[in-house]
């Protein structure tokens, strides 16, 4: 199975709130997992990763969390800020490389004043 | 990071016709990927570009329907043919980058009438 399930679809946080991004994945050959952010008319750009070996990774305001027995990962941003405003996609490869993404299916948030 | 040009960035077509997108990459890079995001969805991989040799297509993509050109480590064009409303998309270049990560062009977004 190849799906990685997301949620929510949507979502809204106020500023200085924490806003969370789950995901869950059934293939436990995915060894890469990463977060992209994507602002309306670009490209998504890449947040962070992290590989199974490590059960947390932050940079900055943004950590991972991610529980392989569970097989599901999370997106955490600490302090949000209306500019972290745009949608958010979680994804899986195997081979521990950012070749062949298979995206989940988007979770929109909405920092308010 | 690598700095993806495309081109165009969208075009509004009519169906039966083709279009042509150019991927432009400021470094060589190996790997070059093409994805579909389908208006408000996820990301789908269509195929890897391979340098030298033909692309190599996912499940539900076929080399008739997206041909793809890699004619030098830079640069790959995706073709979209005899489009269909259905293929109104915004088609995405991307490139393993340094680390082993994953950058995006802006995207082509495509509207077939």
């Known amino acids: 199975q190849q799906q990685v399930k997301q949620s929510p679809q949507s979502l809204i946080v106020q500023k200085g709130g924490i806003s969370i991004i789950n995901c869950a994945y059934e293939?436990?050959?995915?060894?890469?997992f990463p977060w992209y952010q994507q602002f309306p008319g670009k490209g998504p750009a890449l947040l962070i990763a992290i590989r199974p070996d490590v059960s947390e990774k932050k940079e900055g305001r943004f950590t991972i969390s991610f529980n392989k027995s569970a097989k599901q990962f999370s997106l955490h941003i600490m302090d949000s800020q209306p500019g972290d405003s745009a949608t958010y996609f979680c994804a899986a490869s195997m081979s521990g490389t950012a070749s062949k993404l298979t995206f989940g299916t988007g979770t929109r948030l909405q920092v308010t004043l | 990071s690598a700095v993806i040009s495309q081109k165009p960035s969208r075009d509004i077509c009519q169906r039966g016709t083709s279009l042509t997108i150019q991927c432009q990459v400021d470094s060589q890079v190996t790997m070059m990927f093409w994805y579909r995001q389908q208006p408000g969805q996820s990301l789908t991989l269509i195929a890897t570009?391979?340098?030298?040799?033909?692309?190599?297509?996912e499940s539900g993509f076929v080399i008739d329907k997206f041909p793809i050109s890699r004619p030098n480590l830079t640069f790959s064009t995706l073709t979209v043919s005899n489009m269909s409303p259905e293929d109104s998309s915004i088609y995405l270049c991307?490139?393993?980058?340094?680390?082993?990560?994953?950058?995006f062009g802006s995207g082509t977004q495509l509207s077939v009438l």
């Open positions: 991307s490139v393993i980058g340094g680390n082993e990560k994953l950058f």
């Open positions: 570009a391979n340098q030298g040799s033909e692309a190599t297509y």
């Open positions: 293939n436990t050959a995915f060894d890469y």
